[in-house]
Nanobody, 128 residues
Framework: VSLVESGGGSVQSGGSLRLSCTVSRDSDSDHCVGWFRQVPGKEREGVASMYTGGATWYASTYYDESVKGRFTISQDNSKTTVYLQMNNLKPDDTATYYC??????????????????WGQGTQVTVSS
């Protein structure tokens, strides 16, 4: 599994950005794809995650409390790209954002240790 993020940039407080994560898989196995962020000197934290497999009966998304109501995770119909729509951005959202994947169902807790595959990251800067 390989992941490539894009869509980062600079925006003023209250603005919006959409991040994209292109996921290349070597099988049709179930995956959970998550978005994480990290600022220098702090631990990487989970932002949102979603199941991207073929079980239509299972469709779950999870969000960290800090972004609920502002961020939305989704995927395209081909399930090759996972998006993170970020609205009403705040300076505290400034970080390097990473997408990650695990060959498993998602858990309610979005923890870096549960994800094996990682993208290279994209910078998001929100100015006040």
């Amino acid at each position: 599994v390989s992941l490539v993020e894009s869509g980062g940039g600079s925006v003023q407080s209250g603005g919006s950005l959409r991040l994209s994560c292109t996921v290349s898989r070597d099988s049709d196995s179930d995956h959970c794809v998550g978005w994480f962020r990290q600022v220098p000197g702090k631990e990487r934290e989970g932002v949102a995650s979603m199941y991207t497999g073929g079980a239509t009966w299972y469709a779950s998304t999870y969000y960290d409390e800090s972004v609920k109501g502002r961020f939305t995770i989704s995927q395209d119909n081909s399930k090759t790209t996972v998006y993170l729509q970020m609205n009403n951005l705040k300076p505290d959202d400034t970080a390097t954002y990473y997408c990650a994947a695990t060959v498993s169902y998602c858990k309610w807790s979005i923890l870096p240790r549960d994800f094996e595959f990682w993208g290279q990251g994209t910078q998001v800067t929100v100015s006040s």
